[in-house]
Structure formats: C-alpha cells, structure tokens
C-alpha cells in the first residue's frame, strides 16, 4: 500500500521515518466494520507500527480491539489488571529508577510461540520524555551485506528470559512498582529461533535480534557468538531504521514484533508514567 493509497475508509499518515504511521480520526471505542478493520490490518503490515491518537478506551474496550487481531496472549512475570486478566499495567512512579522495557528488544522472544503484536495504550504520560523507540528489522535484514546475509541466514539463537528476569538479571533486582512472579520454568527455559525470521503474513525476511534475549547462537559458545550478536544488535536500531513515539494520554500504539524492536526511553526521573500492554498470540518463528 503506498502511503494510504489503498485506503478508502481509513487517514495514515506515514512517519517518515525508518517505520511506523498515525491513524488520524478513528475512535476505537466502537466496533470498526469489517472493511475498515481490513485497512486498519493491512496499514499495520505496512507500517509495522500504528499509533492513533485521543483513544478514550476502558480495559476492556482496549481488549476488544486486540482481539480483532487475533486470540490474547498473557506475561508471564507481571500480575495483570484484576478487572482485565489479558492487560499488565506498566507503571514507573516519580521515585522509581528503573524502568520496564528500558533495552531493545522483541517481546517475550524468549517464548516458544512469542506474542505478534503488543499493544500499549497511555493512561499518564510526563510532561517530558518516555517516548518509545522503534526499529524496523526488514530493512536490518535488508540493508546487511550478501555475504553477511549468507551467514545470519544459517544461524539459529538460543532465546532465554534467564539473562534479565533470572538471578543476575536486572528485572529480579529492580526498584519498581508492579507485583512480579516468576515461574523458574518461564525464566530458565532455552528456545531455539532463527536468527532471520520470514514473516508468516508479508513472507519479507526480518533480523530477528531480540538481544537481551539471546544467550548465543547454536553450536557456538556465548564468546564466539557474542561479537556477531552484538554488531547485529547495532546495525538493527541504527538512526535510520528507527522512529520515535512520543505519547500523549489517550495515544494507542500497536507493533508488530514479528519485524519490530522497541526500546522505552527512561528520561523522566521524577515523573510518573503508566501504560496498560496486551500482547497477541503469534506462532513459532521460522
Ligand atoms: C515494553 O517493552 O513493552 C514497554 C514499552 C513502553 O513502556 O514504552
């Protein structure tokens, strides 16, 4: 679709940046028709980031739009709202210095079946800074070498949640305000992923380095691994692959994490911030 020229119930405004595009003038509180939705899906494919602006939704109006993108997924580590099991609340209050997400990644990448979408909804935002950062892992794969490709396109990553919620990790350590449970079985189970994953729907090829997740590649050492993971880390978020969300009580962004990383600035000490996050069941990547 180029920029919205499919669309003929829907306003997409491209960021002009590496991904990502707003969605002006849809409520989200009522039931979109079916052809609407349809634009509304395929503008996601597109963009890979939406975000629509002045969303007035309640938990559950908030899940009933995420399940028209498919059957809801849950987060092992946070409890949910109790009025809405499908949405954790990601709070960071005006003392507290860490904050959740605060590292590129792909949500729960570690997970045999990871999430394909996450869906952040703003409840309050700071005057200043929490913006979301956004890069777009097509044009990662795309813009890597042939020969590089040759190689990554053989690799498979060990995933494991046990680097940031294990013992060492620094979510097990952290000065936050939301009630956190562990299974050990979540946190120390390893998972096979390729490292270039094709995406089930566009059928593109995306660098799928979730690095935070990624102990090594298979059949090498985390030493051998490590030099190679962490230049694929950086040439993934490079300036020109990304895009910056900058909130506003009320903004609803929906990513794909199939093709996306994202990164939740901590730059407002002093300052509360708080989302409510659903994620979508997706399928094993391949
Ligand atoms: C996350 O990693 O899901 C959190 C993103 C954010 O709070 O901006």
Redesign the pocket.
Known sequence: MDEGADCRHIQVEPSGQGLGAEVVGLDLSAALAADVFEEVYRAWLEHQVLYFRDQKLSPAAQAAFGRRFGELDTYPFIEPLAEQPEIIP?IKEPQTRF????GW?S?TSYQPKPPKA?M?LAREVPARG???CYANLYAAYETLSPGMRRIVDGLQGVFTADRVHGGGGFYRNADHPMAMHKDEQDVTRRVEHPIVRTHPESGRKALYVSYPHIERFKRMTREESRPILEYLAAHAVKPEHTFR?R?EAGTLALWDNRCVL????NDYPGQR?E?H?LTIKGDAPR
């Open positions: 990601i904050n959740f997400g605060g990644h949500d996450t952040l929490g913006d979301t969300l909130w994202h990164y939740a600035l911030r989302m996050r």
